[in-house]
């Protein structure tokens, strides 16, 4: 009757405005079944390309692999801890600690769209104790280089905690992004390995500007570090492990030292293996953070000396005295052979019947026992 009376155009009118409260009442309906589950428009592939297209997201999905070395906090009693990292709908934690060093690689998926990436330090009640944000675009994806062992300051979130930091390395673990601050050292093959190239790094750096930095000098370094030594009856003391060889020793050794200043000072070694005659050095299967060094004295008797891992991965410990008593024998063959060449074929090229050491490039001989079996025990002699 009132298209009779006032004509189409009033019909027009009034379905007009129908039409587009229609449309927005589809579009926050939409918009609210989005904010209820997971699903988004970015799970739309077409959408999700034209995004990157126009720049509305600066980066595609990429793995982020992210190194939890420590937590470090003031507060009164013992609280065992662990670290809760979550980006977007991905969440991942590392193991629990009483001492707040992990030492533990974590993979987590980083989507398109996710802005910032949330480490929490939490208590075996899953308390959340303090919380630390990082920006996905500023701090990950734009550097050109991520540092290693970067310590970031937390914000506290539970009482008596204060002063939260963690210490962290992050890597970008997508090799179509050059942008993503990937440090070059070849194929990912593992976590140890990423672990390793990460400790050999540290030690280069240690030299700082120096151009000449042979890989020997490189491997003496990141073979020093603090130990916990067995001494029977469950009794455990920490220690300072470093490998000294020629000119300040006669022997290539491996040295254990009361403290860190201890060595520095040249005092006495509390015990002393010689590099030549270390049977293997083997990962404890029943106990994730202990290896041992198994060796023959002076007396050839076989002996052994247990070890529980401190500032790094116990795993990491193991391959990088590996790499070291490899090389030092590679080393020494090279300079048995120089003395007994004649005086005229010195220098013309005689190698090392031993593998070179390629240090960061991953590369192992197949018969080298995989880094990934706990029970695995690199031979030498």
Same mark, same amino acid.
């Given at each position: 009757?009132?298209?009779?009376?006032?004509?189409?155009?009033?019909?027009?009118?009034?379905?007009?405005?129908?039409?587009?409260?229609?449309?927005?009442?589809?579009?926050?309906?939409?918009?609210?079944?989005?904010?209820?589950?997971?699903?988004?428009?970015?799970?739309?592939?077409?959408?999700?390309?034209?995004?990157?297209?126009?720049?509305?997201?600066?980066?595609?999905?990429?793995?982020?692999?992210?190194?939890?070395?420590?937590?470090?906090?003031?507060?009164?009693?013992?609280?065992?801890?662990?670290?809760?990292?979550?980006?977007?709908?991905?969440?991942?934690?590392?193991?629990?600690?009483?001492?707040?060093?992990?030492?533990?690689?974590?993979?987590?998926?980083?989507?398109?769209?996710?802005?910032?990436?949330?480490?929490?330090?939490? +208590?075996?009640?899953?308390?959340?104790?303090?919380?630390?944000?990082?920006?996905?675009?500023?701090?990950?994806?734009?550097?050109?280089?991520?540092?290693?062992?970067?310590?970031?300051?937390?914000?506290?979130?539970?009482?008596?905690?204060?002063?939260?930091?963690?210490?962290?390395?992050?890597?970008?673990?997508?090799?179509?992004?050059? #942008?993503?601050?990937?440090?070059?050292?070849?194929?990912?093959?593992?976590?140890?390995?990423?672990?390793?190239?990460?400790?050999?790094?540290?030690?280069?750096? $240690?030299?700082?500007?120096?151009?000449?930095?042979?890989?020997? +000098?490189?491997?003496? +370094? #990141?073979?020093?570090?603090?130990?916990?030594?067995?001494?029977?009856?469950?009794?455990?003391?920490?220690?300072?492990?470093?490998?000294?060889?020629?000119?300040?020793?006669?022997?290539?050794?491996?040295?254990?030292?009361?403290?860190?200043?201890?060595?520095?000072?040249?005092?006495?070694?509390?015990?002393?293996?010689?590099?030549?005659?270390?049977?293997?050095?083997?990962?404890?299967?029943?106990?994730?953070?202990?290896?041992?060094?198994?060796?023959?004295?002076?007396?050839?008797?076989?002996? $052994?000396?247990?070890?529980?891992?401190?500032?790094?991965?116990?795993?990491?410990?193991?391959?990088?005295?590996?790499?070291?008593?490899?090389?030092?024998?590679?080393?020494?063959?090279?300079?048995?052979?120089?003395?007994?060449?004649?005086?005229?074929?010195?220098?013309?090229?005689?190698?090392?019947?031993?593998?070179?050491?390629?240090?960061?490039?991953?590369?192992?001989?197949?018969?080298?026992?995989?880094? +990934?079996?706990?029970?695995?025990?690199?031979?030498?002699?």
């Amino acid at each position: 009757m009132f298209g009779l009376i006032f004509g189409n155009p009033l019909v027009s009118l009034v379905r007009g405005p129908c039409a587009v409260l229609a449309v927005v009442g589809m579009i926050t309906a939409l918009c609210g079944c989005i904010r209820c589950s997971r699903w988004s428009l970015r799970d739309i592939a077409l959408i999700k390309h034209l995004y990157l297209w126009i720049g509305q997201d600066k980066f595609d999905d990429f793995e982020l692999i992210m190194f939890v070395h420590e937590a470090m906090f003031e507060k009164q009693g013992k609280t065992t801890t662990y670290v809760n990292v979550k980006a977007g709908a991905h969440c991942i934690r590392t193991e629990e600690s009483p001492s707040h060093i992990f030492q533990q690689p974590l993979h987590i998926i980083v989507e398109q769209g996710v802005e910032t990436i949330v480490v929490e330090l939490m +208590d075996t009640r899953h308390t959340c104790m303090a919380t630390l944000h990082l920006d996905v675009l500023d701090q990950i994806i734009t550097p050109k280089v991520l540092n290693p062992e970067v310590v970031y300051f937390m914000k506290q979130k539970a009482k008596g905690v204060l002063q939260p930091k963690i210490q962290l390395t992050m890597v970008v673990n997508n090799p179509d992004d050059a #942008a993503s601050g990937l440090v070059d050292h070849g194929a990912l093959s593992s976590d140890v390995d990423l672990l390793v190239r990460q400790q050999l790094l540290k030690a280069r750096r $240690q030299h700082g500007d120096e151009e000449v930095t042979s890989e020997l +000098d490189v491997l003496k +370094d #990141a073979c020093a570090g603090p130990l916990e030594i067995f001494q029977g009856m469950g009794r455990s003391n920490e220690v300072h492990v470093a490998v000294i060889g020629p000119p300040i020793s006669r022997r290539w050794v491996l040295g254990v030292w009361r403290d860190q200043e201890s060595f520095a000072n040249k005092e006495k070694t509390l015990h002393e293996v010689d590099l030549m005659k270390i049977e293997s050095i083997q990962a404890d299967p029943k106990r994730n953070h202990v290896f041992v060094v198994n060796f023959f004295d002076e007396l050839r008797n076989r002996n $052994q000396m247990t070890f529980r891992r401190v500032d790094r991965a116990r795993d990491v410990w193991v391959e990088i005295l590996h790499l070291m008593i490899m090389k030092a024998r590679e080393v020494k063959t090279e300079m048995k052979l120089r003395s007994t060449q004649p005086a005229m074929f010195l220098g013309s090229g005689v190698r090392s019947t031993q593998p070179a050491m390629f240090l960061g490039s991953g590369a192992r001989s197949s018969t080298e026992p995989s880094l +990934d079996d706990p029970t695995r025990s690199t031979m030498f002699v």
